[in-house]
């Protein structure tokens, strides 16, 4: 599979080629190949090198160009482009914003290696720029290409075999999207058999006398299975990824990751089981699941009778009163700091809480940091939504929306994702509903513990 380079800059001379080269668009490899053996005079000599030895000595790379940043930032809104390797020019002629802004876009919205091509005057005006705060968290996918230097590509390609062998996005990002494409369209051929009229009429809910909606989520929960399956089924060029233990782990990376794969921020105004939201002027350090089923909401006063069921969540923090107090009630102090959640549903010592680690949020000076909460099953309780200006027939058919809460906020929410989600709404079903059952004595209790004990000693 072919990696990718781009170049930006505005030197590329495409301005004598109106007839068959537009400007604003993607310079392709023929392009640039053709410019390269037939145009004699360019504005800069260390471009046409740097095209060449690509070229001559690295075959296996595919070349592409923009002559300038709002250009390439114009294509990937509209087209699926993603190189590893960017080679990106410090000085433009016209462009609409300040070149350290557009790096800092591209570090950003990529995971592509950026060699920053100029010449050695401008060397200390960008050190000091990579120098700030903003710049730091991408500092090694950074490379300094001086114009005209010998073997500019080779040292970049350097760095980009090293992450090819070490960094995930590097090593599988070509083949996952690759993959990707090829799963969505076979979904799309099968959906293809079907009107729009018929998939929303098969798939929609019954939202008023004569018709049927489907709102963009649950689309793409319906679609979610079969791109799991197909992507899973592809072939791949290591079937199981393995490792030994790394000598150091970035817990807050860990933090961040995690919560990617726990949850999601839809942005409808349609309340689901599993929304974690606030009420209007609340802070962190509470929050609410939802956990009344998505089928009841869909017709909530036809067949909730306009109640919705919650349960609270406490942050995980030093300034969350309510959640020491709590948690004192029950335990010792020292007992409490030994409890280890092993996942969304297990906290260990207590019975009938759980843990939702690494939801995200962000502090007023903008950063980010990711919030563990315990959920309290027990105190679940319930709010009666007061009922919308309609018809009765159509009140009963009308499924819950934000809009319709008072006191609390849908906008921003998050949403737990499965395989989380459905596990751990059981979990707290069960928290509230069990049947409790007489602790054995301590006596007994040791007991037990001293025949293990006997019956696994080697």
Wanted: net charge negative; with cysteine; aromatic share 12%.
């Amino acid at each position: 599979m072919k990696r990718k380079i781009c170049i930006i800059d505005d030197s590329l001379p495409t301005s004598d080629y109106p007839d068959f080269i537009t400007e604003t668009n993607l310079l392709d490899q023929s392009i640039l190949k053709y410019l390269c053996l037939k145009h004699d005079s360019w504005p800069e000599q260390p471009l046409k090198g740097l095209l060449l030895e690509l070229f001559n000595n690295h075959p296996s790379w595919t070349i592409s160009g923009f002559l300038n940043p709002d250009f390439y930032f114009n294509h990937v809104t509209e087209e699926i482009f993603s190189p590893e390797v960017i080679i990106f020019d410090w000085d433009y002629a016209t462009t609409s914003v300040a070149t350290e802004i557009h790096l800092l876009k591209i570090l950003k919205t990529t995971y592509s290696v950026v060699g920053i091509y100029t010449g050695a005057d401008k060397k200390e005006e960008i050190d000091a720029i990579l120098a700030e705060k903003e710049f730091q968290p991408y500092l090694e996918r950074i490379q300094m290409v001086e114009k005209g230097e010998e073997n500019s590509i080779a040292k970049i390609l350097q760095v980009v075999n090293s992450r090819f062998e070490s960094h995930f996005a590097f090593k599988f990002g070509q083949e996952l999207k690759f993959n990707a494409v090829k799963a969505l369209d076979s979904i799309l051929v099968d959906i293809g058999e079907m009107s729009f009229d018929e998939f929303v009429w098969t798939f929609g809910h019954q939202r008023e006398d004569k018709e049927r909606l489907i709102a963009i989520n649950e689309f793409i929960e319906i679609l979610s299975e079969k791109f799991r399956n197909n992507l899973a089924n592809a072939t791949w060029s290591q079937p199981i990824f393995k490792c030994s233990k790394p000598s150091n782990v970035n817990a807050e990376l860990v933090r961040k990751l995690w919560s990617y794969r726990l949850y999601r921020f839809p942005s409808d105004d349609l309340v689901r089981v599993g929304d974690i939201i606030t009420k209007e002027g609340g802070g962190n350090d509470e929050k609410f699941l939802v956990i009344s089923s998505d089928c009841h909401m869909n017709q909530l006063w036809k067949k909730n009778f306009g109640s919705l069921t919650l349960i609270p969540l406490y942050a995980n923090s030093k300034t969350s009163l309510i959640f020491k107090n709590k948690l004192l009630t029950a335990k010792n102090r020292g007992d409490i700091r030994k409890a280890k959640a092993s996942s969304i549903t297990n906290l260990s010592g207590f019975e009938s809480l759980t843990l939702i680690t690494s939801i995200p949020s962000v502090n007023s000076d903008g950063s980010e940091e990711f919030i563990d909460y315990v959920a309290f099953p027990r105190s679940v309780f319930s709010i009666d939504v007061t009922k919308p200006a309609l018809d009765e027939s159509k009140i009963r058919l009308q499924a819950l929306h934000y809009s319709h809460l008072e006191g609390f906020v849908g906008l921003g929410r998050l949403s737990i994702n499965e395989p989380f989600r459905s596990p751990l709404i059981q979990y707290i079903v069960n928290a509230i509903t069990g049947y409790g059952v007489p602790d054995y004595p301590e006596e007994l209790q040791n007991s037990i513990q001293i025949r293990f004990d006997e019956n696994f000693t080697a």
